[in-house]
Nanobody, 128 residues
Framework: QAEVRESGGGEVQAGGSLRLSCEVQREFMTAGCMGWLRQAPGKGPEGVASVDDDGRTDYADSVKGRFTISKDDAKNNLYLQMSSLKPEDTGRYYC??????????????????????RGQGTQVTVSS
């Protein structure tokens, strides 16, 4: 599986913005799908956003219009731009690579990934 490393988390007030970054092994940047998932305290993991190797993206309904996933193949980085943050966006955010035919299918699989198939995560805390 791809080795990934997330960064960019922090504490922000509601309405604020953060950009998460994920450094990815080069050979996985242009093959398959990449995505972000999150886990809030006491809750199960949730797929947040995904992108496939054709550049198509998909998002959870809870973040549509507020979050944008992108990647820079030259820099081996995946990003998640988060705007209009809400307290319910609080959680630990992970990135992952997975083999899938489309971003939509990837979004559905993200929540079921085991810990060994994702990074260590970065904490996002949104205060009201």
């Amino acid at each position: 599986q791809a080795e990934v490393r997330e960064s960019g988390g922090g504490e922000v007030q509601a309405g604020g913005s953060l950009r998460l970054s994920c450094e990815v092994q080069r050979e996985f940047m242009t093959a398959g799908c990449m995505g972000w998932l999150r886990q809030a305290p006491g809750k199960g993991p949730e797929g947040v956003a995904s992108v496939d190797d054709d550049g198509r993206t998909d998002y959870a309904d809870s973040v549509k219009g507020r979050f944008t996933i992108s990647k820079d193949d030259a820099k081996n980085n995946l990003y998640l731009q988060m705007s209009s943050l809400k307290p319910e966006d609080t959680g630990r955010y992970y990135c992952a690579h997975l083999w899938c035919p489309s971003a939509t299918q990837a979004l559905g699989f993200l929540a079921s990934l085991s810990a060994r198939n994702r990074g260590q995560g970065t904490q996002v805390t949104v205060s009201s």
